[in-house]
């Protein structure tokens, strides 16, 4: 059960940050699917965008990464 659901305005934020990761360096298959799933929970969502805010902070970058494999091997049950 998703507990926050992403809005509408966020949804539109989604692919600008997602294209930032892959600019990055970041696997696209983690990115598609912290994307894909950033759509419905909106944990997933500010941890994005909290990545794209955190811009010259590779330490908290690499710690806002962390959290979302996180999120994303809690929800792998679910596929």
């Not at 940050?17 to 696209?28: H, N, Q, S, T, V």
């Not at 419905?40 to 908290?60: A, H, R, T």
């Not at 999120?71 to 792998?76: C, V």
Request: glycine fraction near 6%; charged fraction near 30%; proline fraction near 5%.
């Amino acid at each position: 059960m998703i507990p926050f659901k992403t809005t509408p305005e966020q949804i539109k934020e989604i692919p600008q940050i997602a294209m930032k990761m892959l600019l990055c360096g970041l696997d696209i298959g983690f990115v598609n699917e912290a994307a894909n799933l950033a759509k419905f929970d909106q944990g997933i969502f500010d941890l994005m965008d909290l990545w794209d805010f955190s811009v010259g902070c590779e330490e908290e970058r690499i710690d806002i990464l962390a959290d979302i494999k996180d999120l994303l091997n809690d929800y792998s049950p679910l596929k």
